[in-house]
């Protein structure tokens, strides 16, 4: 199979199941106190379950954080998902094997908005906007480089190599697909590390692109728990 290849500078990011609520905490955390109870009667006041999960997340007490899921699917640049799986706690994950499937030619490119160049010393840098010419540069070159590598794959493949050793010719600025899935404690540390935010205690300074997976998460998760989400945000984005 031939496929022309393509370019984008976006990536996916959709929940596709989830069992997750303020109450699974409230619950959670009120049977240390309250023994079973329903969970109608445990979220009836509701300025008392605000208050729970914000003194939950401000004392970090964080296991009531625990009892929930979330399941993405997630498409991105290979060298997205190698920072991503540094988050091991928490996380489980499937990603689409080029063991077993012939890969798709979808390869990224910055866009327009991507900042490109780095300015200062290590350890003291910040990233500044490209010029026109850098972003038509960087267009070219990995477009380009990514043609030819492609090219090379298909040329192992109908050659009879095998789909494992062929794939080694391919850049990690192909795109690869995953289930991802978490708790909401889990997802905490994973936006503390790989998103900006004003109301954050401790700076982070993720690359763009796995910024923009953190971003989308934290959009369906803020709709699922908004009292969890709104006391991340009140107690410095800090993991309990």
Known sequence: ???????????????????????????????STAGEKSLEEISKDPERSKGLINFLMRDRHGSPFEHNSMTFFISAPIFVFREFHRHRVGWSYNEESGRYRELRPVFYVPGKDRKLA??????KYEFVDGTPE????VGK??????????????EMLRAGVAREVARAALPVGL???????????????????????EQAAVPSFPQ???????????EEWARL????????????????
């Not at 990995?142 to 590598?149: A, T």
């Open 1 to 31: 199979m031939t496929d022309t290849p393509s370019f984008r500078s976006d990536v996916t990011v959709e929940l596709v199941k989830h069992s997750a609520s303020d109450t699974d905490v409230l619950w959670a955390a009120r049977v």
């Open 118 to 123: 780095q300015r200062g010393r290590p350890g």
């Open 134 to 137: 850098q972003h038509e540069l």
């Open 141 to 154: 070159v990995l477009e380009d480089s990514y043609r030819q590598s492609y090219a090379a794959y298909q």
């Open 175 to 197: 795109f690869s697909s995953m289930y991802a899935t978490c708790n909401a404690r889990s997802l905490m540390h994973f936006l503390g590390l790989r998103t900006r935010h």
């Open 208 to 218: 763009r692109e796995i910024e923009m997976i953190g971003e989308r998460m934290e």
């Open 225 to 240: 728990m908004p009292l969890t989400h709104a006391a991340f945000n009140a107690n410095g984005r800090v993991a309990p």
